[in-house]
């Protein structure tokens, strides 16, 4: 790989390095908290489904998407689009990503708090013997009470700056290339006793038969919302994390190789929650606490119970991690090249003024309950936003970017390494940027448009 000697920029050292930093960035709370909790809300299998064929004809492309204009440019994601569109409005992309970030490391270092608290529980035994009924009321009390969550929140920021800080090499890379494997084994082993359980089939008919009555516009979004959200895509963490991308590998395969392990991850954290939802007779549509209340509950029933638990809530925590760090190197890398800063100096304001919003946002959970519009509080309302509006919104712009903006020369060079491997598949990905992903988010969007009463219905 060339080296630029103006600018010595940090990246990946290997190929294994690239796949386990981006499916470190996708897989995480969104799939194991998230995921089960917005398929239960919005009727399971048929979720499923509509969710998978979103990764598969739009994810996949939008992520490539990222990495093209990462990779080419070697930017961060407003860089990115100062470099190949200047003087135009195309740099807002980038800001818009940049929101986005602040928003979701708001209320994704909240939850990742309550997975340390867990963890703190795991290794206290706290679990034992208790009930359905008694466990949501613990992970309520806990999640409203505000000092507890705050301190969680606000180590687990640290530990995400620590390693932001210590750059892609040796900070992201080096970290993530362990723990991801780890944690596939985990939820391997869970999933099979969550299916062993008695009266688990219930749940995997839940989770893989669709009911398409149950479908409707908002759903459809929320189906939309949440494939973006999984896959890390629409905001420039992967224009970011493409930057580092070295110019001989595969983009299509890394795109298709994060997405396949992330969609795996979701469907196995499924499998290993539903059947136990409904052995345990607690409502699919939990919401939020689903996997702080049904897990533990597994745990009590096992074997070697105590382990699980806490290796559990261990990777938990390190899959969160793998993900946050990827949403702050996007506002690190943003702070540190265009507006000159080191880059140390950048990860402490980034990290500290996200806290800010972080802090707000645990806090609207219980004693600041206040903020709140139309019965969403400002956590709900972070999450809705960003996953539902500002990640299809900025994915849209993204594909339209690259399938009108570029030219269908710089973009083919850009995926085929300039000519080095055929990229068979290089025409259908254009068809899809140019046409069919613009289209359909759009038309999802607009159709959820008109479910937007859904910020005055309450939860
Ligand atoms: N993809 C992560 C998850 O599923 O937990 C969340 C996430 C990370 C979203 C990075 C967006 C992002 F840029």
């Known amino acids: 790989m060339a080296i630029n000697l103006n600018t010595p920029r940090d990246s990946f ?13 996708a897989i995480g709370l969104g799939n194991i908290w998230r995921f ?70 708001a209320f994704y270092t909240t ?58 090499k040796n900070g992201i890379e080096k970290y993530t290339k362990i723990l991801m494997p780890l944690l596939l084994v985990i939820i391997i082993i869970l999933g099979i006793r969550s299916v062993t359980l008695p009266g688990a089939a219930e749940g995997l008919t839940f989770l893989f038969k669709p009911d398409f009555t149950k479908i409707t516009g908002k759903v459809i979004l929320e189906a939309l919302g949440q494939s973006f959200f999984s896959l890390s895509i629409g905001m420039g963490t992967l224009i970011t994390y493409g930057s580092y991308i070295g110019k001989g590998e595969n983009l299509g395969k890394t795109a298709l190789s994060v997405s396949a392990a992330d969609t795996l991850i979701a469907i196995l954290a499924g499998v290993a929650i539903f059947p136990a939802v409904f052995a345990f007779g607690i409502a699919p549509e939990a919401g939020a606490g689903l996997v702080f209340i049904t897990l533990p509950m597994i745990f009590d029933q096992m074997a070697g119970g105590y382990f699980f638990a806490l290796i559990f809530f261990l990777l938990l925590s390190i899959a969160a991690l793998t ?65 539902n509006i500002m990640l299809p919104l900025g994915g849209l ?14 973009v083919f060079a850009e ?34 448009l008109g479910f937007f009463s859904i910020f005055g219905s309450g939860n």
């Open 36 to 105: 089960p909790y917005v398929a239960g809300e919005n009727g399971g299998g048929a979720f499923l489904l509509i969710y998978i064929g979103f990764i598969v004809l739009i994810g996949v492309p939008v992520m490539l998407s990222e990495f093209v204009i990462g990779r080419n440019t070697q930017r961060n994601a407003v860089g990115a689009f100062r470099k190949l569109a200047p003087k135009s409005l195309w740099p807002l992309t980038g800001f818009l990503g940049i929101s986005a970030a602040f928003f979701i490391l």
């Open 13 to 25: 050292s290997s190929r294994l390095g690239v796949i386990a930093a981006a499916a470190g960035s």
């Open 415 to 448: 995926i085929s390494n300039q000519g080095k491997f055929k990229a068979g598949f290089k025409f259908a990905y254009l068809f899809i940027i140019r046409f069919l992903a613009p289209i359909a988010i759009a038309f999802v969007f607009l159709n959820g």
């Open 397 to 410: 712009l993204i594909v339209l970017f690259v399938g009108w903006y570029l030219t269908k020369d710089a």
């Open 323 to 387: 993900s946050t760090i990827s949403v702050l190197e996007v506002v690190t890398a943003y702070l540190s090249e265009e507006l000159n800063l080191g880059r140390k100096k950048a990860t402490v304001i980034a990290a500290s003024s996200i806290a800010v919003l972080g802090v707000a946002c645990t806090m609207s959970q219980g004693p600041w309950a206040i903020l709140s519009v139309g019965g969403y509080n400002l956590f709900d309302l972070l999450e809705m936003v960003s996953a």
């Open 111 to 168: 939850v990742s708090g309550w997975t340390l608290e867990y963890l703190y529980l795991a290794i206290s035994d706290g679990f034992k013997a208790q009930s359905a009924e008694s466990l949501t009321q613990n992970f309520e009390l806990f999640r409203t009470s505000g000092l507890r969550p705050l301190m969680w929140q606000n180590i687990f920021m640290f530990l995400t700056a620590f390693i932001v800080y210590k750059g892609i």
